[in-house]
């Protein structure tokens, strides 16, 4: 028996449709983070967002009303049960979550940590010495690392390195807050302290030049007494 020739119609795209001017996407591009429209597998979706009356959808319907607001339906929940959409120009919708993801990571590298190394046997103007160092880290806003490395036998000394970590940390309470207490982490027992939030330093500034300006205004008033009284 001779088989039929099968016809197959063209192929819809998935994922989000190009906007007039947009180039559609090509085989082999990277894949979209995120599942959108007939990209998305649910039955019934969530639908969230200020655009949209918000509850619970068939997948139909939920695309039905991305289609009249010409916009795509973004699935940003995927694990939730349903999954969470939102209704959303996908374009956009990337480029907010990359210019955010920029901003956080901006953030996090503005942060400095700088190490101070003790032995377990540090004497006092070693022990004053890091210290001074550290309260200088501290007020420009610098994390700061502190440990004690334990060479050879010294590891027997933990308890003594514990207690200079922890006087340490206890000199330091007016300019850091322990971040991580001390952890022995094999020939290191190391701590973490966090700068507290300091006063702007206009703010300082601006308090002293108006204290040097009062100086000012009272050294000619007494520099005129003396003279009248000569």
Request: hydrophobic letters at 30%.
């Amino acid at each position: 028996m001779e088989k039929k020739p099968q016809f197959f119609g063209p192929r819809r795209p998935s994922g989000p449709r190009p906007r007039p001017g947009q180039r559609p996407m090509r085989r082999g591009e990277r894949k979209d983070p995120y599942a959108t429209n007939e990209q998305i597998r649910a039955k019934q979706v969530r639908l969230v967002g200020d655009n949209v009356e918000q509850g619970i959808y068939p997948i139909e319907k939920a695309l039905k009303i991305a289609r009249s607001m010409e916009l795509d339906l973004i699935e940003i929940s995927p694990t939730a049960d349903p999954p969470v959409c939102k209704v959303l120009d996908y374009s956009k919708f990337l480029y907010q979550q990359k210019k955010r993801a920029k901003e956080q990571k901006a953030k996090a590298s503005k942060v400095t940590v700088k190490e101070i190394r003790f032995g377990p046997q540090t004497d006092d103007h070693d022990y004053n010495f890091k210290l001074k160092h550290a309260q200088g880290f501290l007020e420009e806003g610098s994390k700061v690392k502190a440990y004690v490395f334990f060479r050879g036998r010294s590891i027997l000394f933990k308890e003594q390195g514990e207690v200079l970590l922890l006087r340490f940390a206890s000199d330091l309470e007016n300019l850091g807050k322990v971040e991580q207490m001390p952890v022995l982490e094999g020939k290191r027992m190391t701590i973490m302290i966090t700068p507290l939030k300091q006063q702007p330093k206009k703010e300082k500034s601006e308090s002293r030049s108006k204290e040097g300006a009062a100086d000012a205004k009272d050294v000619p008033a007494a520099e005129k007494k003396e003279s009248s009284a000569e």
